[in-house]
C-alpha cells in the first residue's frame, strides 16, 4: 500500500505527468482532498478546505477540480520540487444544472480543460424503460476484409 494510515483513504487520481497522487482522506474528521508524491509518497498537501471527494486532474495539468457538496471547485496546482496551491474556487453548482453527484456519480474533465462530462438522470414520467441488444458488436470494430 502507498498510503498506510488508520484513516479512511479514497479515491486516488494520478496526475497527468505521472508524478502526483490527488486522493480523499477522513482523517479531518471529513473528506479533504490531498496531494502526495507519486509514487514515493513523500510530502502531503491539502488541497480542500471545507471538505472535499472526487478529485479530477485536468488532461492539460496546472489544475485539479473536485466536489465540495454539490459544488464543482477548481485549484490551481504548480508542481516541481516544491508544490503551490490556490485558493480553491467554486465552478458551479451541480445540482442547479440538474446533476445528482452525491452518489456514486463521478464526473470528468474534457482533454482542453473546458469542459465537464456528467451523467444527469432523466426523470421523465411517461418513458417506457428499454434495452438495446447488439449482437456481432466486435465485428462492428474489425477492419473490412
Avoid: C
Amino acid at each position: 500500500p502507498m498510503l498506510n494510515s488508520s484513516f479512511k483513504e479514497s479515491e486516488p487520481r494520478i496526475s497527468p505527468d505521472g508524478e502526483f497522487l490527488a486522493y480523499v482522506s477522513e482523517e479531518s474528521g471529513k473528506p479533504q482532498v490531498y496531494l502526495t508524491r507519486f509514487p514515493s509518497g513523500d510530502g502531503k498537501w491539502q488541497v480542500s478546505v471545507e471538505g472535499g471527494t472526487f478529485p479530477v486532474w485536468s488532461p492539460v495539468g496546472g489544475e485539479l477540480f473536485y466536489l465540495d457538496g454539490t459544488i464543482v471547485k477548481r485549484v490551481d496546482v504548480v508542481t516541481g520540487s516544491t508544490v503551490q496551491l490556490g485558493t480553491p474556487g467554486a465552478l458551479f453548482d451541480t445540482a442547479e444544472v440538474g446533476v445528482d453527484v452525491l452518489g456514486f456519480t463521478r464526473f470528468e474533465v474534457s482533454r482542453d480543460g473546458r469542459r465537464f462530462l456528467m451523467v444527469k438522470e432523466l426523470r421523465e414520467q411517461h418513458v417506457t424503460p428499454g434495452l438495446v441488444l447488439s449482437y456481432n458488436w466486435i465485428a462492428q470494430f474489425s477492419e473490412p476484409s
